[in-house]
């Protein structure tokens, strides 16, 4: 139980006091009203004694008596109604409320924490009430009346007569049959005679001298001469004086009604009955109580028990306000009572009840103790057994005869009043009213013996119950409290006589016992039995009570508190105390909330919103019913409808209240705030025909951080170009889209009349469908005028005026259960400045037809759009985002701190060009090397104009625009007859074998020393697009040498023409899919020829031989490729002539088929060779067909550059060297440089294909890049093997670095070596036995540095084989020569061979060592010829 502001030993004295009545004439009752107060009333705050007061008891021993109360009251000749007792209880317990502001106890039970309020006043006022209200009955004597004070006024004409009057009555009422109530102690009732005299407008002398005939009449201890209304009402403003009665009536009145705080009551009605008022107990008839007349009508709190709870909130039309259900009240409010007294009457007031009490009511009730003492003690020697029982059973004065088990069942016999049995129990009454609890206990033992052996069950009871209480009082308590007497008074007070009220009475006595003991648990069983359908007032109170049990035990056992709070709060909420209801609900949500009973908790909330809005506090409501949605429902679908749709009631509701309030903030449906994505710029357009549309940024791409990055990188890629290679300090790349991954750190910019898209990302957490109607952005707007002045203006839809911000609205959004959707909003912006997207704003409803739950139903539809909306509210969600968290600083790291997100505030920026960028005839599949041709439109869709068109591309040999001059891009396809994407000459058939020379510098082509290839510029006629304009330009496509599909990804950049402070350019981004198959693959190698002999008479002649095999499987269609012309392109060498030996001009390659192809290669002249640094290079073209492929123009000459740039973009392994090696690294340089080539091949082809029955003609090209002589390249990448796995060796690695040396194949092409003789010579070896020829000797050096050359013409000892095959010979002459060939110097040595024998002999046998003069003995090395040298000597 909660605690108490009395303990028990104050409540129960106070509970059970001397009653004593009150009988007044009517001009006593006149004099008293004066202070708006009833005679009963006035005595009411001094009833308490202030002093000890004592007396005697049978055994002459003084016993003393503390804190004496008594109870004056008016006569009343009728019982209280129960129905007018139930009203003043309920009214009791709805006026007392907890404090505002009262500071609740924080108790801690395990891992909970609650806010308990510690005491419950509406508890005491009720338990204070109900004991005062107790009707009088016979078996017990502690409320009938021991005295009855009889009251004159002295301003009366006859006040002694009248007091004879007053006597009689009191009399007749007393002793009359007529009269069954009030019930009187004795018969011999003690009167008590006071003289009312006005000291303001009486005559004091009359009053003294009537006092005096009094006391002759009734003596000195019967009168009293009461003196009040010491000034006049008028003067009641003079001074203040404290008013002790108000707290009384308030409690008291049946009348007042001022405990009702809500002013007029609402009723709620009940929809299966018409009646809004539903009457109880027939009670409307007057009953006089404390001398007013009053009306009894139905309570309007009390529901009758055919109401449903589940009903009791509804639509605003079904609440009444029941003002006609009170009579008019009386304005109590301004009312001051004893207006007329002064502090010195509040004394006399005082004083006249001690007199009373002392002179009169103590004395009469010792002598009656007395009496009533010697009575029983007369009797005692009598056997009062089982046949004084018997003898009142059968004396038939008292009851009809009934059999002992009927007695048994009902509660048991009747005594007449003066039985000897209740002459004790009025003797112990008596004892216990004045504190004389020992006695009190012995004679409640002895009545209840007595009762319980006559089976007078009610009697029995009765002094059970106060033997229970007496025991306990006791003092020194020498007996512990018998608890299964209050058990067994419970049980026969409920189970046999049905009295509840007295079982009651005994519930409250006990429980507070109990608790005063620490005996919490047998309390709250105690409390919990008498909850019961027949009370739900009583119920509560009990179940909120053993609650506080539960709570308050030593071991606070939570649960169960909370559980028993949930029923008090339901019955509460039955007997219409809806504010108490609410407060155990939420008492009872402290223990069930974030322990994941959902369902539990969804049930509080549910009636903690339906209690709070039956109160009007409507806030709390939404509050409840957010709850219940918010929270992840695990109920069915059914019941979340009913609870969306309650919350959609209660929240309409209130903001009906406050039309012109901020909109509320609604909980449904979720918002993912961080997924939030914003998207700068107009949608995409779809692809139209042949025409598609640049793939740019769309909301409909996924985020890939790797390509973001490439995005990054080339946009960084052009603004350095176009920043003379450095970027920009305040650059930052271009960020169309922002989320949660993209860098939101600085303010966005947008550009004033291109849309901002946001996309929302929703989520519906219930298993119904939610409708969101009028769906769009809430955003605040700072525009910038032209002064730099901002104006800041919050909208959340503006129409009529010039709009700043235009706002798109959706209709009509539905999200079915459970599901995610996002929804793209746009706003338009159409000035500048400064936007701040808040959040959304919309109509949340439901689709009606979903089943009705909780006897709600849909209200009428009030939507016509698609779907049928049942109950709307407006409301608003707020996209707060929260940035990244900070953790670079140590302070960050230590502490959680989170940067800004400011993705959804943009900065409007003035109009910037935009540009739209179309592909046609763009394919998507083509063979690997093919040629495409395509064109681009290039169309500015903005007001302003643009320059500066750049593309960028990670993969810029994919295409190319044409060279720089119009003369080297070829005309339309339209205009060439066969459609090539190539510029073609027709050629005579007779040039066939040798090559057409061309020239190209690459800086025609972009490709210049120094520059990026990847950006290259877009060739726009006069530089810039005027706003509207569009220009198509060609492109050619190549398809990419690695089979597969591509993405290749275009970044065009361009500016505006006024440059913008805030953006300095703009993109568009496309990314091409190329689905690539393979067609040929081609494989070169170049060496040296022997011949040293050429037009020029110069060395460096060389053979480059050329394979292409068709690799292409023919699933693209492919019948054949026709290799239509070969061309070489290099800044120092040519093809010459094809030296093919078959004669098959037209190259055709089947699937599968390989061809090979040689020519002979040359060095260019000197004229054709510009200075080293130049970028020129020479093409030279070898037919195969009749026409010839220009390779120096576009597009050929385009891809070349290209494949060649992204070919040297490769990194080149370097090996470091320190300086002292440097001399040695030269030399390995000018030795590698021997062996070294520029030679660049291009395959030009052409495919037939057969597509849907027609035949196309495809081309291509396949570039190789020879670098070494006698290496093999080709012309598609290479797939590396992975290498096997190996052991793995340690060992410590040693600092020797290994020294640089040339490979051998490098030094064997230092010197290039020639022998010139006969090829047959003819010798008459009978005539001369030594047959001489001579032998030159051509060495040609092939590097650019000096080397020493040592010939030695000795013979290296070789096995006998070796001599048979090739036969013997002789040198004549030097044996070995020593020679400096300075650069490029050809020397010839003139030897001579001697034969003895006729044969055919190998002549190449001179052995050649080289080494760089400048070198000491580096690199020695044998020079190998590559070539047998054979001469056939004849015998003439």
């Known amino acids: 139980m909660a605690q108490c502001v009395q303990s028990v030993q104050e409540l129960i004295p106070d509970s059970f006091v001397p009653c004593v009545a009150a009988l007044c004439s009517d001009e006593a009752e006149r004099l008293t009203r004066l202070n708006h107060l009833s005679f009963a009333e006035l005595l009411k705050p001094f009833s308490r004694l202030t002093s000890e007061v004592h007396m005697r008891d049978p055994n002459n021993q003084l016993h003393v008596i503390k804190n004496l109360k008594i109870a004056v009251s008016n006569i009343i000749t009728q019982p209280p109604q129960p129905g007018a007792i139930r009203k003043l209880l309920n009214d009791v317990v709805s006026g007392s409320q907890p404090a505002e502001g009262l500071v609740a106890n924080v108790i801690t039970a395990g891992d909970y924490d609650l806010n308990i309020s510690a005491t419950t006043p509406w508890f005491e006022s009720y338990r204070e009430t109900f004991l005062q209200s107790m009707p009088a009955s016979d078996h017990e004597f502690l409320n009938h009346y021991l005295a009855c004070m009889l009251v004159a006024s002295s301003s009366e004409a006859e006040p002694v007569e009248q007091f004879s009057k007053l006597s009689q009555e009191q009399h007749r009422i007393q002793h009359n049959s007529d009269y069954s109530y009030p019930k009187w102690f004795i018969p011999n009732t003690l009167k008590y005679y006071v003289l009312l005299h006005d000291v303001s407008a009486g005559d004091e002398q009359r009053a003294e001298s009537i006092y005096e005939e009094m006391k002759q009449k009734y003596g000195t201890q019967g009168c009293y001469l009461l003196k009040i209304n010491s000034r006049t009402s008028n003067r009641a403003s003079d001074e203040q004086i404290p008013d002790p009665w108000s707290q009384y009536l308030q409690k008291n009145s049946i009348q007042n009604q001022e405990s009702y705080e809500d002013g007029p009551c609402t009723i709620t009605s009940n929809k299966n009955s018409d009646s809004n008022l539903l009457s109880l107990d027939g009670l409307d008839n007057e009953v006089k109580v404390d001398g007013l007349p009053n009306n009894f009508r139905a309570h309007p709190l009390q529901l009758d028990s055919s109401s449903d709870p589940s009903n009791s909130m509804d639509g605003p039309d079904h609440v009444k306000f029941a003002s006609s259900l009170h009579e008019t009240k009386k304005a109590n409010t301004g009312i001051i009572h004893g207006a007329c007294l002064t502090l010195t009457d509040h004394d006399r007031i005082r004083q006249f009840i001690q007199e009373f009490t002392f002179r009169g009511l103590l004395p009469h009730i010792e002598k009656t103790i007395r009496q009533l003492n010697d009575q029983l003690i007369s009797r005692k020697g009598l056997s009062r057994s089982l046949f004084s029982a018997t003898k009142k059973w059968f004396s038939g004065s008292k009851v009809p005869e009934k059999s002992i088990n009927e007695l048994k069942n009902t509660s048991g016999l009747l005594y007449p009043p003066e039985a000897p049995e209740l002459q004790i129990r009025k003797m112990a009454d008596l004892c216990f009213l004045v504190q004389h609890y020992d006695l009190a206990y012995s004679c409640y033992h002895t009545a209840k013996k007595d009762f319980l052996n006559d089976q007078a069950m009610l009697y029995a009871a009765g002094a059970l119950e106060m033997a229970a209480v007496s025991a306990f009082l006791q003092p020194g308590a020498p007996r512990p409290y018998p608890a299964h007497y209050m058990d067994t008074a419970i049980q026969t007070y409920r189970d046999i006589c049905k009295n509840m009220v007295l079982a009651e009475r005994c519930v409250l006595l006990s429980a507070e016992i109990l608790k005063s003991q620490s005996k919490y648990s047998e309390a709250a069983a105690l409390l919990i039995r008498l909850t019961s359908e027949d009370s739900d007032l009583r119920s509560a109170l009990l179940l909120e009570q053993a609650a506080h049990c539960f709570i308050n035990m030593k071991s606070p056992m939570v649960r169960k508190y909370a559980f028993h709070m949930i029923l008090a709060g339901h019955r509460f909420s039955k007997a219409g105390q809806k504010k108490h209801a609410l407060r155990c609900y939420c008492q009872a949500m402290q223990v069930y909330k974030g322990k994941g009973w959902s369902l539990a908790e969804d049930h509080i909330n549910f009636t903690i919103g339906r209690q709070s809005y039956t109160l009007r506090q409507l806030d709390n409501a939404v509050s409840a019913f957010r709850h219940i949605l918010i929270n992840e429902s695990r109920q069915s679908a059914a019941q979340q409808g009913a609870f969306l749709r309650e919350y959609l009631y209660v929240y309409k509701n209130v903001s009906q209240l406050s039309p012109d309030g901020p909109l509320p903030q609604l909980p449904l449906p979720y918002i993912n705030s961080s997924a939030t994505r914003v998207f700068f710029g107009h949608d995409r357009r779809p692809a139209d025909g042949e025409k598609q549309a640049a793939t740019h940024v769309s909301l409909d791409q996924e985020y890939d951080s790797e390509s973001s990055q490439q995005w990054r990188e080339l946009e960084e890629q052009v603004v350095a170009v176009v920043n003379r290679g450095v970027i920009p300090t305040n650059f930052y790349p271009t960020q169309y889209c922002l989320n949660s991954y993209s860098d939101n750190s600085r303010f966005p910019l947008a550009v004033v009349e291109e849309p901002i898209t946001v996309e929302v990302a929703f989520r519906n957490p219930l298993k119904v469908p939610l409708l969101l109607t009028d769906l769009s952005l809430l955003w605040k707007f700072q525009p910038k005028d032209s002064s730099g002045k901002d104006n800041e203006e919050v909208k959340e839809l503006v129409t009529g005026e010039p709009v700043m911000i235009g706002t798109e609205v959706i209709s009509e959004f539905l999200i079915n259960s459970e599901e995610s959707k996002v929804a793209r909003l746009k706003l338009f912006p159409h000035h500048i400045g400064e936007l701040h997207i808040l959040g959304v704003v919309y109509n949340l409803g439901t689709i009606q037809g979903c089943m009705t739950v909780d006897g709600i139903g849909a209200l009428p539809g009030c939507h016509t759009g698609k779907h049928s909306l049942s109950m709307s509210v407006r409301g608003r969600q707020d996209l707060e985002i929260q940035g990244p968290r900070l953790n670079n600083t140590k302070e960050e790291k230590t502490s959680i701190k989170y940067g800004p997100d400011r993705r959804l505030d943009p900065i409007i920026t003035e109009e910037m060009p935009l540009l739209e960028v179309f592909f046609i005839h763009f394919p998507t599949g083509l063979l690997c090397g093919e040629i495409r041709k395509a064109y681009v439109e290039f169309v500015n869709v903005s007001k302003c104009p643009l320059t500066g068109l750049k593309v960028v591309s990670k993969r810029p040999e994919f295409f190319t625009f044409g060279g720089n001059t119009a003369a080297l891009t070829p005309l339309s396809p339209s205009a060439s007859e066969n459609c090539s994407a190539y510029k073609t000459v027709v050629t005579d058939s007779t040039s066939v074998c040798t090559a057409l020379v061309s020239s190209a510098s690459c800086v025609d082509f972009g490709i210049g020393i120094g520059s990026q290839p990847e950006v290259i510029p877009v060739p726009l006629p006069d530089a810039v697009l005027l706003p509207g304009a569009s220009v198509q330009l060609p492109m050619w ?138 970028e020129k290079y020479i093409f030279a073209d070898i037919i195969f067909g009749n026409e010839q492929i220009i390779s120096s123009a576009s597009p050929c000459a385009d891809f070349f550059y290209r494949s060649l740039s992204s070919e040297l973009k490769k990194p080149q392994a370097q090996p470091s060297v320190h300086a002292e090696k440097q001399s040695v690294e030269d030399a390995v340089r000018l030795i590698q440089k021997c062996s070294e080539v520029d030679l660049n091949i291009v395959v030009l082809w052409k495919a037939y294909v057969v597509e849907d029955s027609k035949q196309l003609i495809l081309e291509g090209q396949h570039h190789v890049i020879l670098h070494t002589i006698g290496k093999e390249a080709f012309s598609c990448p290479q797939k590396q093997e992975p290498p096997e796995m190996e052991l793995l060796k340690f060992f410590r690695p040693e600092n020797t670095t290994v020294p640089l040396r040339p490979s051998v194949e490098q030094l064997s092409n230092l010197i290039k070596t020639s022998l010139h003789y006969p090829e047959s010579f003819n010798h008459p070896f009978h005539q001369k036995s030594l047959c001489l020829v001579p032998v030159t000797l051509l060495l040609s050096n092939c590097s650019k540095a000096d080397v020493d050359v040592i010939v030695d013409l000795r013979h290296k000892t070789t096995s006998p084989e070796a001599l048979e095959i090739h036969g013997s010979f002789t040198w004549l002459g030097q044996t070995q020569y020593k020679l400096q060939l300075k650069s490029q110097e050809i020397h010839s040595l003139q030897l001579k061979a001697c034969f003895v024998h006729t044969g055919v002999y190998n002549l190449g046998t001179p052995r050649v060592f080289a080494k760089l003069s400048d070198q000491v003995t580096a690199f020695e090395t044998s020079q190998q010829n590559s070539m047998p040298a054979l001469i056939i000597i004849n015998n003439v």
């Not at 068709?1110 to 040519?1134: C, D, L, M, P, Y």
């Not at 061809?1155 to 002979?1160: A, S, V």
Request: hydrophobic share 30%.
């Open 1037 to 1174: 496509l190549r398809g990419p040498d690695e089979e597969g599909v591509h993405e290749i990804n275009f970044l065009f950049y361009y500016e505006s023409v006024q440059k913008q402070p805030k953006i300095r350019h703009r993109i568009l981004r496309h990314t091409a899919v190329i689905c690539t198959s393979r067609s040929l693959n081609v494989r070169a190698t170049v060496c040296r020829s022997n011949s040293l002999e050429d037009e020029e008479g110069r060395g460096g002649n060389m053979l480059v031989f050329v394979d292409v095999e068709n690799t292409n499987t023919s699933e693209a269609g492919v019948k054949e490729f026709h290799i239509v012309q070969v061309s070489s392109s290099s800044k120092h060498w040519k093809l010459q002539k094809s030296v093919n030996l078959s004669e098959n001009k037209d190259a055709k390659l089947a699937s599968r088929e390989k061809g090979k192809f040689c020519f002979k290669a040359v060095r260019c002249r000197e004229k054709e060779v510009a200075t080293q640094f130049s």
